[in-house]
């Protein structure tokens, strides 16, 4: 969805590194989400926003951070890198008007972790 | 554990044939949702069912709920080759959370 951006798309880094990674919206939604896959399995939370000053842990948020700067921009931080972080990271966002909570995702960043 | 599990995890079709996919979860729900997954990019929103609701259609997508059963499927009609993606359903409980299970890949082959 072209309204959810995400930089970079593809990051190759080493272990012990520290990095972010960045999701933009242009949907005005309140909420927002990060996700992570891994190869065969669905998705695990591992923060969310539901405004700019509100921050919530997921499944599995040992070793990340977030960082809500806007309504629109939510970042993730990895700490210090390590190889089974390795996966696919996605941003999504929502609109708490909604009575439902439909998730709109962004393309996602390939992370590696060398 | 709320999530919702998938099954088949693959199924592989011809063109124009139904394709069906089950989720079964083991909580109360307040919706069900199913996404789809075009090969390593974001996922697309596809249908929403409500638990009140037993069945929906979106064009070529029909969704039932069966709550007592604590299932849904979704159906593709006259599958396309285009279909081919791994599908995936969510489950919205109490929480605003949403839960997804782990996919089923559907190929659909000319």
């Known amino acids: 969805d072209a309204d959810v951006t995400q930089t970079p798309r593809n990051r190759i880094t080493k272990t012990g590194k520290r990095i972010m990674l960045e999701c933009s919206q242009t949907?005005?939604?309140?909420?927002m989400y990060w996700y992570r896959q891994d190869p065969g399995l669905g998705l695990q939370l591992i923060y969310y926003?539901?405004?700019?000053?509100?921050?919530n842990k997921g499944e599995i948020s040992d070793g990340y951070s977030v960082s809500r700067q806007a309504q629109a921009k939510f970042s993730l931080s990895l700490e210090s890198a390590i190889p089974n972080q390795t996966a696919l990271y996605f941003c999504?966002?929502?609109?708490?008007?909604?009575?439902?909570?439909?998730?709109?995702f962004g393309p996602g960043t390939r992370l590696t972790v060398l | 554990s709320q999530q919702g599990e998938e099954d088949p995890q693959a199924l592989s079709i011809q063109e124009g044939e139904n394709a069906t996919m089950n989720c079964s979860y083991k909580?109360?729900?307040?919706?069900l949702q199913w996404y789809r997954q075009n090969s390593g990019r974001g996922l697309v929103h596809l249908i929403l069912?409500?638990?009140?609701?037993r069945e929906k259609h979106s064009g070529r997508l029909r969704v039932t709920l069966d709550t007592s059963k604590k299932s849904s499927s979704l159906l593709i009609t006259a599958s396309r080759a285009a279909d081919t993606a791994s599908y995936f359903c969510?489950?919205?409980?109490?929480?605003?959370?949403?839960?997804f299970g782990k996919g089923t890949k559907l190929t659909v082959n000319p």
């Open positions: 999504a966002t929502s609109d708490s008007a909604k009575r439902y909570n439909e998730q709109f």
């Open positions: 949907k005005g939604h309140d909420r």
């Open positions: 926003s539901f405004d700019v000053k509100d921050i």
């Open positions: 909580t109360s729900i307040n919706n």
């Open positions: 069912i409500r638990s009140n609701e």
């Open positions: 969510a489950i919205q409980g109490g929480s605003e959370k949403l839960v």
